[in-house]
């Protein structure tokens, strides 16, 4: 099972990649753990520098900005 | 290159609509046609080019060359030139904070990334664009620039490390600078798409403010008589600057707004120097940022960290007011 998880200190961009990652699972019928990591000292265990970030399996995917539902598609299908 | 949106808001408002340009309402409707067409055309072309400059200097590299390299000062001028490259969004400050000091690099020149970044971002320079020209923006990214440098510089000197949660002190003492850069190898045709629709994004996020703003602009452009403001403040007010300045913090989120009000508001009369001081409180300092970098940092620091940037907004209102 694919380990995802949503970095941010819970800014409106951190949300709405998390609800995106919640889309994108729905319609593809994945299944996945999705963690939403909003601790600041728990996120700079991963060294980002931007939020939000978008983690597939432990690998920064996205950094920085929201990821879109087709996007996370296609990476969650990688 | 502005003079075809000014034909077409005189074509659409004086010959379609019928709408005399002597009345109000012509002056009202045409500024705001106008400014919607220019503001938005320049906010997508600029946030265009700063996303292809960023995807060249993307924060992780910008982070690793500051950490590696000691230039003796050289680096306020890197961190602050920086800021201005890299798009910025408040929640993200505290993460870049850590990020910069885990790496090593000093306090200081961590205070003027942070200072500048927020103050000289991809939509101000836009906006402050459209509505004072090509002069008037370059001297506001100048003075971002410089701002941050001295801003950085003295709360550097200052010693403040001990008022950093503790937490953040223990990365200090086991700082590491980065050696590791794992690079996206994208070809920058590869990347565009996304660069054009993160521009895309940006403007979206902000059009409503901008639409906002106008409107008010408009409303006073063509109601409000030239030299209205004159009256109420001018540059003999010795206290206009710093209030100036104290009103913009709390306006965080309409900056896209602010601007094409404070546009009209120069227009009509407020000195250049107070108005800029007052878009830099707005656009440089906010307290939701404020909020966040609690968790790093104590209310004092906070404290010590805004009053600098305002007393430098401040004096730059003042040196605005003298020299132009």
């Known amino acids: 099972m694919k380990q995802i998880k949503v970095l941010g200190p819970g800014c409106p961009k951190c949300k709405t990649t998390y609800n995106n990652v919640l889309e994108a699972l729905k319609q593809t019928g994945i299944h996945a753990e999705v963690t939403k990591i909003e601790d600041i000292e728990e996120m700079m265990k991963y060294n980002v520098l931007t939020t939000p970030v978008l983690m597939i399996d432990d690998v920064a995917k996205v950094k920085g900005r929201i990821a879109d539902i087709n996007e996370i598609k296609q990476l969650l299908l990688q | 290159m502005f003079n075809w949106f000014q034909y077409f808001a005189d074509w659409l408002i004086y010959s379609v609509f019928g709408i005399s340009a002597q009345s109000h309402w012509g002056e009202a409707l045409n500024f705001f046609v106008f400014d919607t067409l220019k503001i938005f055309l320049l906010l997508f072309f600029i946030t265009t080019i700063m996303g292809i400059v960023n995807s060249y200097f993307p924060v992780d590299k910008i982070r690793n060359f500051l950490s590696l390299n000691k230039m003796y000062g050289l680096e306020y001028l890197f961190a602050s030139s920086f800021g201005v490259i890299t798009p910025f969004c408040s929640c993200s400050s505290v993460p870049l904070f850590i990020g910069f000091v885990k790496g090593g690099i000093p306090l200081g020149i961590t205070f003027t990334y942070l200072i500048t970044a927020p103050l000289v971002n991809e939509v101000a320079i836009a906006i402050f664009a459209a509505a004072f020209g090509f002069k008037v923006t370059a001297l506001y990214v100048g003075t971002g620039i410089v701002l941050g440098i ?47 629709k993160e521009a895309f994004q940006i403007v979206k996020g902000v059009s409503i403010y901008i639409v906002i703003g106008i409107g008010i602009g408009g ?19 010795w206290y206009a600057v710093p209030l100036a300045v104290i009103l913009g913090v709390p306006m965080y989120s309409n900056a896209a707004g602010v601007i094409p009000v404070v546009q009209v508001l120069v227009a009509k009369g407020v000195p250049l120097g107070t108005a800029i001081a007052f878009m830099m409180g707005v656009i440089g300092l906010s307290l939701p940022e404020a909020m966040l970098l609690k968790k790093v940092m104590s209310a004092k620091l906070i404290a010590i960290y805004f009053g600098t940037i305002a007393f430098f907004m401040i004096l730059s209102g003042y040196l605005f007011n003298m020299i132009l």
């Not at chain 2, 010693?159 to 953040?168: F, H, R």
């Not at chain 2, 409303?219 to 007010?237: D, S, V, W």
Request: proline share 3%; aromatic share 12%.
């Open chain 2, 150 to 196: 001295l801003g950085g510089f003295v709360l550097g000197k200052l010693k403040l490390e001990k008022y950093l949660s503790s937490w953040v002190q223990n990365l200090i003492v086991n700082a590491q600078t980065e050696d590791q850069l794992h690079a996206e190898n994208h070809t920058l045709k590869q990347r565009f798409p996304s660069i054009l």
């Open chain 2, 219 to 237: 409303a006073m452009h063509g109601f409000l008589p030239t030299g209205f403001f004159e009256h109420y403040i001018n540059k003999g007010q």
